[in-house]
């Protein structure tokens, strides 16, 4: 009996599975709205492409304008060192020795330079 239970709830599930995928249904509504998530998401990464193509943009000229500032943004930011692994590079790399809070002075000098280029790349779009 319990074998005669499970094989006809098992084909009972069955149907009802087959007829229900027969019914579905999408709504217009929900493939417009759909429709329009996809044409946004694909706007928005355009635009973040653009942004990081002016943004290696900028880096490249901020390193052509001053490689120790370069380098400092790129151990630090890039690279995310601490205060002193970036003091060593740039001592052992460049011969600077710089205080840490010297450093810490030159990154938001550099990171202000760097928004400037960048707005002016960007005005130039």
């Not at 069955?14 to 694909?42: H, M, W």
């Not at 653009?50 to 000229?61: M, N, R, T, V």
């Not at 390193?63 to 060593?88: A, P």
């Amino acid at each position: 009996m319990p074998d005669l239970l499970k094989s006809t709830c098992f084909n009972i599930i069955r149907e009802k599975s087959r007829n229900l995928k027969k019914e579905i249904f999408v709504e217009p509504e929900s493939i417009n709205i759909t429709l329009k998530s996809i044409s946004n998401d694909f706007a928005r990464r355009e635009a973040i492409k653009d942004d990081l193509e002016i943004l290696y943009k900028a880096l490249k000229i901020l390193q052509e304008e001053n490689f120790i500032k370069y380098k400092l943004l790129e151990l630090k930011i890039l690279q995310e060192m601490s205060w002193k692994e970036v003091r060593e590079c740039l001592t052992i790399e460049e011969g600077c020795n710089i205080s840490d809070s010297a450093l810490r002075q030159r990154l938001t000098q550099v990171k202000k330079r760097l928004r400037q280029i960048f707005h002016g790349l960007y005005k130039q779009l």
